[in-house]
């Protein structure tokens, strides 16, 4: 397993922006697909964003296309989330995770190292 440690949340005003990160332990954290999730209170944990371990494919939830980013730098072990035009119902802890095989991107069961966390609140 590798570790994974998400910065960048915080409270935002609807229609800002925030930069997450999510930096991995490790020179092989590269070799890996990685993926973003969220968790709003109450609400089970769902799919935000993937990106292949090149970084030459990216996936997005519906909620989010057209206004989240997915990059990741090999080189530096990061894999960022641009997150724009935000809006109270993006208000969740968001986690950042190694995806281990071939499996759907979507589904949680084929990540197996998770962070912490970062908070994300959206409001007025």
């Known amino acids: 397993q590798v570790q994974l440690v998400e910065s960048g949340g915080g409270l935002v005003h609807p229609g800002g922006s925030l930069r997450l990160s999510c930096a991995a332990s490790?020179?092989?954290?590269?070799?890996?697909?990685m993926g973003w999730f969220r968790q709003a209170p109450g609400k089970e944990r769902e799919f935000v964003a993937y990106?292949?371990?090149?970084?030459?494919?990216?996936n997005y939830g519906d909620s989010v296309k057209g206004r989240f980013t997915i990059s990741r730098d090999n080189a530096k072990n990061t894999v960022v989330l641009q997150v724009n035009s935000l809006k109270p119902e993006d208000t969740a802890v968001y986690y950042c995770?190694?995806?281990?095989?071939?499996?759907?991107?979507?589904?949680?069961?084929?990540?197996?190292?998770w962070g912490q966390g970062t908070q994300v609140t959206v409001s007025s």
């Open positions: 490790g020179r092989t954290s590269r070799l890996y697909g």
């Open positions: 995770a190694r995806k281990y095989n071939s499996g759907r991107y979507y589904e949680q069961q084929w990540y197996d190292s």
């Open positions: 990106i292949s371990a090149s970084g030459g494919s990216t």
